[in-house]
């Protein structure tokens, strides 16, 4: 009697959505999976349905090893449903009103370890383009800005005495950032090839004068990491994720990363420091006599 209760409830909201809400037939079935999942797991009536059962439902699906995206999908179906009839005044309220969604685990970003960043740097130019090559990748791991602050830099930006650049970052916001001896030293390498070029001119071109493209600087990067790594997984943002997890791992100064990086709230920042947890996990996990699991 109760799984007919529910049964039949279900058949009206997917009424409801099908006729009234105008739904295309995949979207109803994704609501009807959901829902029938909870169904044949439910003891209860339909308006006795607590906010501790979906909860029980959620967690359920979690030790099955359903994803944060496909348990977050089936609460937003159970609210949805249970809105509906409480609307109809099926149900006295919606009891997955209250019920909290799992939060998404942070993606976490790929980055070089010291001596993928050495075998990288070890790339020596044979000609103009591939020097060029060199200075865009020295300024992306030596000052950690992204694609498009690389893409937007003219020469008047720079200040190679002073030691910095000024790139226009998110929200059209200017900010000057440090530069290595390295990174200057390639830069210098790269001007030396065309030595009219005049300070409102890009920065870095294409064989001719042309700024370069997005899809140039990634293409390039990708074939000088086949050359050195043996793999064409490099991309700029790994560059600047190496620079952000390599520079906190020495100096843990998240503050200072933040400002580098042009990041206008540190919580964005905070992602480098699981990583530089990680990498000490996997230190005390091997040198550590107490971390040791016995066989």
Request: include cysteine.
């Amino acid at each position: 009697m109760k799984k007919s209760n529910h049964q039949d409830s279900v058949l009206l909201f997917l009424d409801y959505l099908r006729y009234e809400k105008n739904y295309s037939a995949n979207t109803i079935k994704a609501y009807q999976r959901d829902l029938n999942e909870f169904i044949s797991q439910s003891n209860t009536s339909i308006n006795e349905v607590k906010d501790s059962e979906i909860a029980m439902f959620l967690g359920k699906l979690h030790a099955s090893g359903k994803s944060t995206r496909s348990i977050n999908r089936a609460l937003s179906t159970l609210r949805s449903f249970f809105n509906f009839l409480s609307s109809k005044n099926i149900v006295p309220s919606n009891p997955a009103a209250i019920v909290q969604a799992p939060k998404n685990k942070p993606k976490l970003p790929h980055v070089l370890d010291a001596d993928q960043a050495a075998q990288l740097f070890a790339f020596t130019p044979r000609n103009k383009i591939e020097i060029r090559d060199m200075a865009m990748m020295e300024l992306f791991y030596g000052s950690g800005i992204r694609l498009s602050e690389l893409i937007e830099i003219d020469i008047k930006d720079l200040d190679l005495d002073a030691g910095y650049v000024t790139v226009i970052g998110k929200g059209r916001k200017t900010r000057q950032v440090p530069l290595g001896s390295f990174c200057i030293k390639a830069i210098r390498e790269w001007l030396s090839q065309s030595p009219k070029k005049m300070g409102n001119q890009p920065l870095f071109t294409t064989r001719g004068s042309k700024r370069i493209s997005h899809r140039t600087v990634q293409t390039r990067l990708k074939r000088i990491a086949t050359i050195q790594l043996g793999n064409n997984q490099l991309h700029p943002h790994m560059l600047r994720h190496s620079f952000a997890s390599h520079l906190l791992e020495s100096s843990s100064d998240l503050r200072a990363v933040q400002e580098l990086l042009g990041h206008s709230d540190i919580a964005t920042t905070q992602i480098y420091t699981h990583l530089d947890f990680q990498h000490l996990a996997k230190v005390y996990d091997a040198a550590h006599p107490r971390a040791k699991r016995s066989d």
